[in-house]
């Protein structure tokens, strides 16, 4: 069987709830930051040229059907890396 296997970690977010949880871990963990706030930006707004998808969510379907593989919600694969990061920054 060939093909490409996605891995990356599970879960949904946007760009923006990403950048979101990163601001509040860093803070909850004492690092000041100048940002208040990450406002969304729609696709549509940001132009490029290259086009992007509306869904480029991986499925992760046949890395658990095929390798019996799970990973990390990307929330739980993010605390870790907040931690490391976070001293850096005091």
């Known amino acids: 069987m ?7 970690a599970s879960g949904e977010t946007s760009w923006q709830g990403f950048a ?9 963990r004492g690092v000041a930051l100048a940002v208040q706030s990450i406002l969304p930006l729609r696709t549509e707004d940001y132009p490029t040229k290259a ?3 509306h869904n480029s ?4 379907t046949r890395l658990q ?6 990973t990390l919600s ?6 870790p890396e907040l ?3 976070a001293p850096e920054m005091r």
């Open 2 to 8: 060939g093909g490409v296997v996605n891995i990356a």
């Open 20 to 28: 979101t949880a990163i601001v509040e871990g860093l803070k909850s």
């Open 51 to 53: 086009k992007r998808p």
């Open 57 to 60: 969510r991986f499925d992760l």
């Open 65 to 70: 059907d095929v390798f019996g593989l799970t």
């Open 74 to 79: 990307w929330r739980e694969a993010l605390e």
């Open 83 to 85: 931690d490391l990061l």
